[in-house]
Every structure is written in C-alpha cells, then in structure tokens.
C-alpha cells in the first residue's frame, strides 16, 4: 500500500489533501505499483496535481473526468520515469493541461513545427528575456518528448529513434535561436558582418554552426552535449584583404566573438536551468584549436592532416545554426577528403587505430556498465557503422548517412555488412539508447553509467519493465546484445597483418603470387614484414613506404629471394621505412643498394679518404656486373655511391648515433668527394678535345664551395652553391680570355655529371649563381676578374653587400691548392677592407626583401628559413659582425658553421651572452626540424605549414610526445618554434638598431 504523506513543497495541508483525492481519483495506487519508486512517485503525483488544482482546480478536475488515461501517461512520465520535470511542473502547472489535452502527443514534432512554435513564443518577448523564454520552450518540449518516450505504446523500443531525432531538431531550434539573439546584440553594438576590401566594395561574410557527433547524426540522447564547430567564411581569391569591419574587427576577431558569446548563453545556468552542453573539442586541433575557423581553414585541416578518427567524426557533421546554405557548401566540399575513393594499406591502419582507440577508452567497471564506452557499448556499434563508411563510401554514396542506424541499414542494402549482423547490431543499439535516455531522465544528468545493483538500479529496471522482475530483464538482455556486439566488433579488423602485407605483396606482383613455389616465399616475408611493422616506431608509415618499395620492385624476384636469404635485413629496412620517408625513397627507387647498406648495422661514418675508397671499389664491382666502362660506368656508380652514402648517414642520424654537426659535416664531405670525381670525369671527357684540354692543362682550375658547402653545413637536399675560378700565373688578359671557354666547358661538364638524369637519379643540384655578376656573368671566372670585380675596378658591375656576406662562408672544396691559397688571401683582402657607408641599411633593405617576397608568412605558414626570425636571421647577425670585427679578429673570417661564428663572436664580445644562447638555441632548433622535414617526410623547409597532417610525425621525431586528447606532437612543436623565432628576431632588431 502507498502510504500518504505530506508534500513540503505544496503550500498547505488542504493543497495535498485535494491533490490526493484527485490521485486517487485517477487510479494512481495501482497504475504505480509496478513502475519505480512507487511511494516517491505518488509523493510527487500528489504535488504536481496540487499544484495543478491551485492553478486552475475546474480544468484538472475536467481533465480527471473526461481524460483520465491522458493525466495518468503524463504523470507516470513526468513523475516516475524523469521525476526532475515534477519540479517544472510544480511551478508552470499549466503545462500538465497542455501535455494532458494534446491530441497529437503520439507523433514526433517536424522541424518546421517546432520553430514555428519557438517563433510563437518568442514573439514580442524583449531581448533581456530571451534566454529565460528558450528555456521554458525547452523544459516544454523535453516534458512532451518524455511522456512520448516513457510510453512503450507510443514509442516502442524500436522507434526509440524517433526520440532521438525529436531531441535533435529541438536541441538545433534552441541554438538557432540563441544565436540569432546574439548576433541581432553583437550587430547593434559593432554593425553587420561587412567589410570593405582593396578596392573599395562592401564583402558581407557568413558564419555557420556545424553540429557533429550525435546532433550531428539527428540521434542526440536526452541529457547530451551538443559537439560543435563554428566556421566563418574565406573571402574569395583577391578580396581577402579587408578593413572597415564592425568595431574596427577582423573577420576571425568579429566572429570569434560572437562565437564566444553564443556558447556562453546556451551553456549559462540561470534560474530556469540551461539550453545544451557545449563541446568543441572536435574543432581542428581539439582544445588547442582557435574558436572559429575559416571555411579554407578547415578545408585544408582535413585534407592535410585530419586523422581518421577526426574524419569519422566529421562523417556526422552538419549545419544547425547560422547561414544553412553556406554550412552546407563546407560540409560538402569536406566530403571527398573524408570518403576517398579507395583506402590503401595505410588508411586500413588508421582505422585500426581507431578501434584501438576505442578499445583503450573502454569503461571496465563490472559493476556499473557504461552503456556509451564499455565493451559491447553504443561506441563499439558506432565505430562498426564509421568504420565500414570509411573504408567504403568512397565508393558507395548511399552508405554516406549520418546516422549510425542509417549507415547500418544502407550498409546491409549494398551487401557491404550482412543482413543479419546488421539487424543484430540495430536491436542492440535502440536497446542501449534507450537505456542510456532512462538513466538521464531521472534528473538530466549526463550520466552512461548504471548504478550498482540494489535500489537504484531496480528504480532504473523499473522504467523499462514493470514489475518485481525487471531487474532480471534488464541485465538479461543487456548481457545478450552486448555479447553479440562484442562479437562483431572483435570481428571487424581483426589483427590480420600478414594477409594485408600479402594482398600489397599481390598487387605489386600477381605473377609471383600464381605460382605455388614462389607464393610460399611471399608468404613467408608477409608474416616476417607484418610483425617487423607492428615493432616498427612508425606502422603506418612503414605500411605506406613498404608499400611503394613493392610496388618499384614489381615481379622482380631476385629482390624476394635476397629477403628471403637475409631475413635479418627486413627488420632493418622495415625500421628505415618507418622512420624516414627520404630515405625510404632512394631505397624503392635503387633497391640494389639493399643489401650493401644493411650489411653492416655497426657501420659508423666514413672519413674521407674511406668514401674515396668505397667509390673506387663500387665503380670496379659495377664494371663487372653491369660489364660497362667510360662515362656510363662513371654516372651509374657516382650516383649509387651518394645514395648509399647518403641512406647510411641518414641511418645513423636517425638512430641518434652521430651528433647534428657531425652529420652536415659527413654530408658536406660526401658532396665534396662526389665534387672531386665529377672533376675527373670532365677531365677525362675534355680530354677528346685537344685544345680545350691544353688549356686546363696549362692552368689552374677551382672550385669554391659557397653556402652551406662552404661553411661544412649541407643537409639532406641540399644544392651545391659553387663558383668556379681558373687562372693562368702571369698570362696577359689577352690569353686569360681565350683559356675562358675551355675552363666554361670543364666546369658544365662537372655540373653535367653531378646532375643529369639517370636511371639511378641524380646526385646534386649545382647552383652557381653567387659568381660575380649572377646569371649575367661568366660561369667561370678568372681569378684576375673576380679580384677586380671585388675591388670595384671593373665599372658600375661590381660587388654588392650581400656577395661580401655571402664570401664568409666561401672555402675552397676542390681543385688546384696554389689557386686555392690565392683566392683565400683575395678573400680576406675584401672581407677586412672597409664597410661602404649605408651596409647596414642596405643588409636590412635586403634582408626584408627576402621576409616579404620569398618566405610570404601567413597565420599558418611560416617559411623557417627566410621567415620572421628564421635561420636567415641568425646568418645575417653573424655575418654583420663578423664583418664589422673581421679586420679585427681575423679568426671570424674562417669558414664556419654558424655555431662555431656565434661562440667566436660571443668570445670577443660582439655577442652578448643572453643573444649568444638565443641564436645558438634558435640555430639548433631551426637546423634540427628543417633536417626533420627533409628526412622524415622529404619536406621543404620553405613551407612550414601549421594544418599539414606530416608535421606531427615530424615533431615525434623530434621527439615531442603525443597528445592523448589530439592524437599530435605538433602543437608543443610550432609553440617552441614561435618562441625561438621571436627571441632570434629580438636579437636581429636589436643588432641592426631596429625599433618596434
């Protein structure tokens, strides 16, 4: 029996009395005896009907007569099933009269009637209420949703969708109309979205709120956050410099803020409860992010370095709030980098990082089953469902819905997922949603979690199934739909690496694979590859890299063989393959250099005169196998020579085995012994020209490595900055000039076979273009000529400032020692002699030249080179100093790294200690990342792009860790980056006495 009680709340003893009679009246005692919290829910009962009769005692007592069952169903469901709507009903009782006579409570409200009815309300409602108004329309809602839902009749289990999609577009009304109430406040105030760009014309710009995850998908569950991301529009090509704007803003900083306070007024708690949860961790870069993007922004997020979870995250997306048809132009364009059109090896990986990700964020608390994140969870049938559009909508438009019932259903349709499993999968997540809308319903919580066994989770039982017995029910069939999810999601992708290796291996080699013989090969070093992958630091790369080596082998079957004979190299090649992009390249194109450079896994790096030994021994073990000699010989085992060099280097590098100096320092020594024999073969090919030859006999011949070859700090991809000097001791101009061609033809034939083309590549790009007078001068110059030239003696073409900077790191790398000794003294000469007046203004003119038209900076690319604060920085300091002091201190005129020049002009005090520490710091890091993106990803360091998916496997490298919310090292990586080419251009203004 329910005992009576007194209701605190109620006003007075009569009240309750009156709102028991009515009870009792409706039959209450029974209708609540098998539902949750009987006693509670009578108490509660009792209240609203009080409530109701001192509101209006004629209208109840009429509802109580002529609608007993419609009273009751909202009673039960506003009392028992979702008891935190008594107290809304307590104080606007009026509302029990509307839900009681609603004629059409058994359909789902559209869209459109739900806005109509917002509008209705909100007409001639003054700005100040606003959001009290959204408020109440939205406990009115929820209340008519939640008798719907608690009615089983109403809404079967099945159609538990129905709720969700109700939830939604309630949820989408509610922020569309916050939204226009701040914008209609943020325009009064600072003025309409407009701008003015170059030429004058008025650009109005729009801004869209895009909803993903389950708003996003119309499956929004009754106590949810909403995810958001909001999106501001690019201005066109040509217009994007713009002024005039509201409150003198700029777009981002104008919708930036009405962003901000959007998301404060639906998130703010008043006396009339709130509007939604706001979530915007699914924007580009997570918390990090910025609040608003643009529309190109965003674009380029998730075509350069979305992963695929934010991908499938993205799947949902879609405009809720703000311009519609621009929201939908972005989610569209987004579409083709979300579904590609087949997904390699790689994106296969990537999805199953996602289920690993999954898996790792399961709740495992036996005792209170989380219905979002535990095994067999709302999660694990979502990801099915993402997992299986990935992998195949772009193929298949139809399966691209945003609802995981949807993608199920249109996924069994196509055949993709079986029938079966398909249903199975849907019984369990309308089962589990609903669950997870009763467990929010007690008090609108966000709340997945069930509570422990005992009284709690009988009131929870009880809301689904009636009855002693519920319980029971309740944790039967959650334990069998959750088996079952359990069983399909362990299915999906199951660690299957060795057959993923063979099918690469079978599209890189069908014939291989027909054969029985050499199938049981392949399928060998598919396991052996698949495991090596899995150990790797980097599977997907190494995946992705694996897959190019086989496809640039094709059927050749020596190559599976040697692997097969050497299996201790696949490890190695595998660990090559995961760690460096460049590398990985100069492998797939010359796989012959296999076994050579893994041969030896102790191997350091070689000296000089070793290098020069490794050349002479491979162009002899090449004559042999190849069975060629001359010219073609010479190309073919130059370039195999620096690729091997080079791999072995960048090994060594990689393993942290060799320090970053000594690795610019091996690769400096490299190019200039491929330098040395490129000069031998133009020798020996001038040598079919008598006259030409007699002349190079006769006299002296240079090559001065400028630079970074000039100052021992090659990096990976680094051209060869040259001059070539000759001379003829004591000759008259007369002769100097007609040995110049003879010379001109020596030096192209040494860039000929340094950068011609072969089948094994190239070795280097030469660049000559610091000789005197550029690409207007000679390409080889008379040491009498460049002395004039640098002494102003030949006219108005001689040299400027920056070929007197560019003269510091000037070194003689090749050629005639005499000639050599000579051109270093002339070097000095002009490096000491004095400053023209204006040189510092003149290095400072130039050197913003290079900031404004080569490294063209944007909000989200930075060129660390010629950028503000970039590498060129630091050379320039060094290089004004060295010149201001050089006369000095003749030891700052050597050749130097720029490490070496900042401790040598720290000694002697150009240098304070603080500038010293912020260019040797800023120096290191700079050099380390562009090494970073050269030989992990084979980056330009003249583009260093915030949004590119490769520059968070660059920051790993370097050993940034990973971000568990993001998924990316990146973001630690630009902050330091800002933080070094600030201090470094610091230290530049100050240098040159720059203000502001």
């Given at each position: 029996m329910v005992q009576t009680r007194t209701v605190a709340h109620s006003g007075s003893l009569v009240e309750d009395e009156e709102g028991e009679t009515r009870a009792e009246a409706l039959g209450l005692r029974e209708a609540l005896a098998e539902g949750p919290e009987p006693e509670r829910t009578w108490g509660r009962c009792v209240g609203v009907l009080a409530a109701a009769a001192a509101c209006n005692a004629a209208r109840l007592d009429r509802l109580v007569a002529e609608r007993p069952g419609a009273l009751r169903r909202v009673l039960l469901a506003t009392c028992g099933v979702a008891p935190f709507l008594a107290s809304v009903l307590r104080r606007r009782p009026e509302q029990l009269f509307v839900l009681a006579e609603d004629d059409a409570i058994e359909q789902p409200r559209s869209l459109a009637a739900l806005e109509s009815a917002l509008a209705e309300r909100l007409s001639g409602v003054p700005p100040g209420q606003v959001g009290d108004t959204l408020r109440r329309f939205k406990q009115d809602a929820l209340a008519r949703i939640t008798v719907r839902e608690s009615d089983e009749n109403c809404v079967p289990v099945e159609r538990v969708g129905d709720t969700l999609s109700e939830l939604s577009r309630l949820a989408e009304v509610l922020l569309r109309g916050a939204l226009r109430a701040v914008a209609s406040e943020l325009e009064a105030s600072l003025g309409a979205p407009v701008w003015r760009d170059a030429r004058g014309d008025e650009l109005a710009l729009r801004f869209c709120v895009l909803g993903l995850g389950k708003l996003g998908g119309e499956e929004l569950n009754y106590s949810s956050d909403v995810d958001l991301i909001y999106v501001m529009e690019t201005p066109p090509p040509g217009r994007e410099r713009l002024s005039g704007g509201p409150g003198d803003l700029s777009p981002l900083e104008?919708?930036?803020?009405?962003?901000?306070?959007?998301?404060?007024?639906?998130?703010?708690?008043?006396?009339?409860?709130?509007?939604?949860?706001?979530?915007?961790?699914?924007?580009?870069?997570?918390?990090?992010?910025?609040?608003?993007?643009?529309?190109?922004?965003?674009?380029?997020?998730?075509?350069?370095?979305?992963?695929m979870w934010e991908k499938a995250a993205f799947m949902k997306a879609r405009p809720v709030a703000g311009d519609l048809d621009f929201g939908w132009q972005v989610a569209r364009a987004i579409d083709p980098m979300v579904y590609q059109s087949s997904v390699d090896l790689a994106g296969v990986d990537a999805i199953r990082e996602m289920k690993h990700r999954v898996e790792q964020?399961?709740?495992?608390?036996?005792?209170?089953?989380?219905?979002?994140?535990?095994?067999?969870?709302?999660?694990?049938?979502?990801?099915?469902?993402?997992?299986?559009?990935?992998?195949?909508?772009?193929?298949?438009?139809?399966?691209?819905?945003?609802?995981?019932?949807?993608?199920?259903?249109?996924?069994?349709?196509?055949?993709?997922?079986?029938?079966?499993?398909?249903?199975?999968?849907?019984?369990?997540?309308?089962?589990?949603?609903?669950?997870?809308?009763?467990?929010?319903?007690?008090?609108?919580?966000?709340?997945?979690?069930?509570?422990?066994?005992?009284?709690?989770?009988?009131?929870?039982a009880r809301t689904l199934y009636p009855g002693s017995e519920a319980v029971e029910r309740l944790e039967s069939e959650l334990a069998q739909h959750t088996a079952r999810v359990r069983a399909h999601f362990d299915?999906?992708?199951?660690?299957?690496?060795?057959?993923?290796?063979?099918?690469?291996?079978?599209?890189?080699?069908?014939?291989?694979?027909?054969?029985?013989?050499?199938?049981?090969?392949?399928?060998?070093?598919?396991?052996?590859?698949?495991?090596?992958?899995?150990?790797?630091?980097?599977?997907?790369?190494a995946a992705a890299n694996l897959e190019r080596f086989a496809e640039g082998i094709g059927s050749r079957?020596?190559?599976?063989?040697?692997?097969?004979?050497?299996?201790?190299?696949?490890?190695?090649?595998?660990?090559?393959?995961?760690?460096?992009?460049?590398?990985?390249?100069?492998?797939?194109?010359?796989?012959?250099?296999?076994?050579?450079?893994?041969?030896?896994?102790k191997r350091l790096l070689n000296d000089r005169a070793q290098l020069r030994s490794e050349l002479v021994a491979l162009r002899s073990a090449e004559a042999e196998r190849r069975g060629l000699d001359g010219e073609e010989l010479d190309l073919i085992a130059l370039r195999l020579f620096q690729q091997r060099e080079l791999v072995n280097v960048g090994l060594l590098d990689l393993s942290g085995q060799v320090e970053p100096d000594a690795v610019d320092g091996a690769l400096t020594e490299l190019a200039e012994v491929c330098l040395e024999d490129a000069l031998r073969v133009a020798r020996a090919q001038l040598a079919r020209s008598p006259k030409a030859a007699a002349w190079v006999d006769e006299g002296e011949f240079l090559v001065v490595g400028m630079g970074k070859l000039g100052s021992s700090e090659l990096s990976y991809g680094s051209d060869l900055d040259v001059i070539f000097l000759y001379d003829l001791p004591g000759a008259e101009p007369v002769r100097?000039?007609?040995?110049?061609?003879?010379?001109?033809?020596?030096?192209?034939?040494?860039?000929?076979a340094l950068q011609t083309r072969t089948a094994q590549g190239v070795c280097y790009e030469v660049d000559a273009r610091l000789r005197p007078s550029g690409n207007q001068g000679m390409l080889v110059t008379s040491l009498p000529s460049f002395e004039r030239y640098h002494r102003?003696?030949?006219?108005?073409?001689?040299?400027a400032i920056w070929e007197r900077q560019a003269l510091l790191r000037a070194r003689p790398v090749v050629g005639s020692e005499a000639l050599g000794a000579r051109f270093e003294s002339l070097r000095r000469d002009f490096l000491t002699a004095a400053l023209p007046e204006g040189a510092a203004a003149e290095i400072v003119r130039i050197r913003q030249r290079m900031e404004t038209e080569l490294a063209q900076e944007t909000?989200?690319?930075?060129?660390?080179?010629?950028?503000?604060?970039?590498?060129?920085?630091?050379?320039?300091?060094?290089?004004?100093?060295?010149?201001?002091?050089?006369?000095?201190?003749?030891?700052?005129?050597?050749?130097?790294?720029?490490?070496?020049?900042?401790?040598?002009?720290?000694?002697?005090?150009?240098?304070?200690?603080?500038?010293?520490?912020?260019?040797?710091?800023?120096?290191?890091?700079?050099?380390?990342?562009?090494?970073?993106?050269?030989?992990?990803?084979?980056?330009?360091?003249?583009?260093?792009?915030?949004?590119?998916?490769?520059?968070?496997?660059?920051a790993r490298a370097l050993g940034y860790p990973r971000s568990e919310r993001t998924g990316t090292a990146r973001l630690p990586l630009l902050e330091d980056y800002a933080r070094h080419t600030e201090a470094i251009r610091s230290v530049y203004r100050s240098t040159f006495g720059i203000e502001g």
């Amino acid at each position: 029996m329910v005992q009576t009680r007194t209701v605190a709340h109620s006003g007075s003893l009569v009240e309750d009395e009156e709102g028991e009679t009515r009870a009792e009246a409706l039959g209450l005692r029974e209708a609540l005896a098998e539902g949750p919290e009987p006693e509670r829910t009578w108490g509660r009962c009792v209240g609203v009907l009080a409530a109701a009769a001192a509101c209006n005692a004629a209208r109840l007592d009429r509802l109580v007569a002529e609608r007993p069952g419609a009273l009751r169903r909202v009673l039960l469901a506003t009392c028992g099933v979702a008891p935190f709507l008594a107290s809304v009903l307590r104080r606007r009782p009026e509302q029990l009269f509307v839900l009681a006579e609603d004629d059409a409570i058994e359909q789902p409200r559209s869209l459109a009637a739900l806005e109509s009815a917002l509008a209705e309300r909100l007409s001639g409602v003054p700005p100040g209420q606003v959001g009290d108004t959204l408020r109440r329309f939205k406990q009115d809602a929820l209340a008519r949703i939640t008798v719907r839902e608690s009615d089983e009749n109403c809404v079967p289990v099945e159609r538990v969708g129905d709720t969700l999609s109700e939830l939604s577009r309630l949820a989408e009304v509610l922020l569309r109309g916050a939204l226009r109430a701040v914008a209609s406040e943020l325009e009064a105030s600072l003025g309409a979205p407009v701008w003015r760009d170059a030429r004058g014309d008025e650009l109005a710009l729009r801004f869209c709120v895009l909803g993903l995850g389950k708003l996003g998908g119309e499956e929004l569950n009754y106590s949810s956050d909403v995810d958001l991301i909001y999106v501001m529009e690019t201005p066109p090509p040509g217009r994007e410099r713009l002024s005039g704007g509201p409150g003198d803003l700029s777009p981002l900083e104008y919708f930036g803020r009405l962003a901000t306070r959007f998301g404060k007024r639906v998130e703010e708690v008043t006396a009339e409860g709130f509007l939604q949860r706001v979530d915007l961790d699914l924007r580009p870069e997570g918390s990090q992010g910025a609040v608003v993007s643009s529309s190109q922004a965003l674009l380029d997020y998730y075509d350069g370095w979305a992963a695929m979870w934010e991908k499938a995250a993205f799947m949902k997306a879609r405009p809720v709030a703000g311009d519609l048809d621009f929201g939908w132009q972005v989610a569209r364009a987004i579409d083709p980098m979300v579904y590609q059109s087949s997904v390699d090896l790689a994106g296969v990986d990537a999805i199953r990082e996602m289920k690993h990700r999954v898996e790792q964020a399961r709740a495992r608390d036996p005792e209170r089953f989380h219905v979002k994140l535990a095994a067999g969870g709302i999660r694990d049938i979502e990801f099915i469902a993402q997992a299986l559009q990935l992998l195949h909508g772009g193929r298949i438009p139809q399966v691209r819905v945003r609802s995981a019932p949807g993608a199920l259903r249109e996924l069994a349709d196509v055949e993709v997922l079986p029938r079966e499993t398909c249903e199975e999968l849907l019984a369990a997540y309308h089962f589990l949603r609903r669950l997870e809308n009763r467990l929010q319903m007690e008090a609108d919580r966000q709340t997945h979690s069930l509570p422990p066994a005992g009284p709690a989770r009988e009131r929870l039982a009880r809301t689904l199934y009636p009855g002693s017995e519920a319980v029971e029910r309740l944790e039967s069939e959650l334990a069998q739909h959750t088996a079952r999810v359990r069983a399909h999601f362990d299915d999906l992708f199951e660690e299957r690496g060795n057959e993923r290796v063979l099918d690469l291996f079978a599209r890189a080699a069908p014939r291989l694979l027909a054969v029985p013989e050499s199938r049981r090969l392949l399928e060998d070093l598919a396991a052996r590859f698949a495991f090596a992958i899995d150990e790797s630091a980097d599977p997907e790369r190494a995946a992705a890299n694996l897959e190019r080596f086989a496809e640039g082998i094709g059927s050749r079957s020596f190559y599976y063989g040697l692997l097969a004979d050497r299996p201790e190299l696949i490890p190695r090649l595998v660990a090559l393959f995961a760690e460096s992009r460049t590398l990985s390249a100069v492998v797939t194109s010359l796989p012959e250099l296999i076994e050579p450079i893994f041969e030896d896994p102790k191997r350091l790096l070689n000296d000089r005169a070793q290098l020069r030994s490794e050349l002479v021994a491979l162009r002899s073990a090449e004559a042999e196998r190849r069975g060629l000699d001359g010219e073609e010989l010479d190309l073919i085992a130059l370039r195999l020579f620096q690729q091997r060099e080079l791999v072995n280097v960048g090994l060594l590098d990689l393993s942290g085995q060799v320090e970053p100096d000594a690795v610019d320092g091996a690769l400096t020594e490299l190019a200039e012994v491929c330098l040395e024999d490129a000069l031998r073969v133009a020798r020996a090919q001038l040598a079919r020209s008598p006259k030409a030859a007699a002349w190079v006999d006769e006299g002296e011949f240079l090559v001065v490595g400028m630079g970074k070859l000039g100052s021992s700090e090659l990096s990976y991809g680094s051209d060869l900055d040259v001059i070539f000097l000759y001379d003829l001791p004591g000759a008259e101009p007369v002769r100097l000039m007609e040995a110049q061609e003879a010379f001109v033809r020596l030096a192209q034939k040494i860039a000929w076979a340094l950068q011609t083309r072969t089948a094994q590549g190239v070795c280097y790009e030469v660049d000559a273009r610091l000789r005197p007078s550029g690409n207007q001068g000679m390409l080889v110059t008379s040491l009498p000529s460049f002395e004039r030239y640098h002494r102003g003696e030949t006219g108005t073409d001689v040299a400027a400032i920056w070929e007197r900077q560019a003269l510091l790191r000037a070194r003689p790398v090749v050629g005639s020692e005499a000639l050599g000794a000579r051109f270093e003294s002339l070097r000095r000469d002009f490096l000491t002699a004095a400053l023209p007046e204006g040189a510092a203004a003149e290095i400072v003119r130039i050197r913003q030249r290079m900031e404004t038209e080569l490294a063209q900076e944007t909000e989200g690319r930075r060129n660390l080179k010629t950028g503000r604060g970039g590498l060129v920085d630091v050379e320039t300091v060094c290089q004004w100093l060295q010149l201001q002091h050089g006369a000095e201190h003749p030891e700052l005129l050597a050749p130097r790294p720029i490490a070496a020049c900042v401790a040598d002009l720290a000694a002697i005090g150009a240098l304070s200690e603080r500038d010293a520490a912020i260019l040797r710091d800023g120096w290191s890091f700079l050099t380390r990342l562009s090494s970073r993106l050269r030989i992990v990803e084979n980056r330009s360091i003249a583009d260093l792009e915030h949004d590119r998916a490769d520059l968070d496997s660059v920051a790993r490298a370097l050993g940034y860790p990973r971000s568990e919310r993001t998924g990316t090292a990146r973001l630690p990586l630009l902050e330091d980056y800002a933080r070094h080419t600030e201090a470094i251009r610091s230290v530049y203004r100050s240098t040159f006495g720059i203000e502001g």
